[in-house]
């Protein structure tokens, strides 16, 4: 089982300020997924990234893949209380399985 | 990307029983996934379905236990048998779709008493 670790486990945030989020594994994956996950609902892709090195922007989000496609970091941009959410990233090879990190639960306060 | 639906949504069961959970998208897709999440928590995989071969269990999980039908290209059911409390969880179905990205259900969420 190739692993993926988060940090931080938990995140509070007053809204307009930044946050980053840190995936990382000794593992090499082909590509990365990040999710995010409200409250009874199911996780929602946001991004996949597949080339070490990659920058990937989503509005107020930017997304970079490490260059040895170990590890990943997701950033905020003055955050809104929308962006509340536990955020998933995970890893896949050729066998189309993916790896989950434990998560990140995020919570911006208005 | 595919819409995924799930039956029931949520449900409240006695240990011992069974439950089924039905697993429907919108478009026909080879790679079907079930798994289980912890309020709060990650995801795990329980197995892989892919419409005609029986279904890939990972470590810790078993046939008996969950037993997976996968009748065809949208459909797939995951049933989960003899149930005490620590099977109280969500459980969610994906499909798998190029570029090893995956698109979720809304999730079943299971009480066992």
């Known amino acids: 089982t190739q692993l993926l670790e988060q940090s931080p486990q938990f995140l509070s945030i007053q809204e307009g300020e930044n946050l980053t989020v840190y995936c990382n594994s000794s593992?090499?994956?082909?590509?990365l997924q990040w999710y995010r996950q409200e409250p009874g609902e199911g996780p929602v892709l946001l991004v996949t990234?597949?080339?070490?090195?990659e920058v990937k922007k989503l509005k107020r989000l930017t997304f970079q893949f490490g260059d040895a496609r170990k590890d990943s970091s997701l950033h905020i941009t003055a955050a809104q209380p929308g962006d509340t959410g536990l955020y998933l990233c995970?890893?896949?090879?050729?066998?189309?399985?993916?790896?989950f990190g434990a998560g990140t639960t995020v919570t911006v306060r208005a | 990307s595919a819409v995924i639906s799930q039956k029931p949504s949520r449900d409240i069961c006695q240990r011992g029983t069974s439950l089924t959970i039905q697993c429907q998208v919108d478009?026909?897709?080879?790679?079907m996934f079930w798994y289980r999440q912890q309020p709060g928590q990650s995801l795990t995989l329980i197995a892989t379905?892919?419409?005609?071969?029986?279904?890939?269990?990972e470590s810790g999980f078993v046939i008996d236990k969950f037993p997976i039908s996968r009748p065809n290209l949208t459909f797939s059911t995951l049933t989960v048998s003899n149930m005490s409390p620590e099977d109280s969880s969500i459980y969610l179905c994906?499909?798998?779709?190029?570029?090893?990205?995956?698109?979720f259900g809304p999730g079943t969420r299971l009480t066992v008493l």
């Open positions: 994906s499909v798998g779709s190029f570029g090893n990205e995956q698109f």
């Open positions: 593992s090499v994956f082909s590509s």
């Open positions: 990234v597949v080339t070490g090195g």
């Open positions: 995970a890893g896949g090879n050729n066998d189309y399985k993916l790896s």
């Open positions: 478009s026909q897709v080879t790679m």
């Open positions: 379905a892919n419409q005609g071969s029986e279904a890939t269990y």
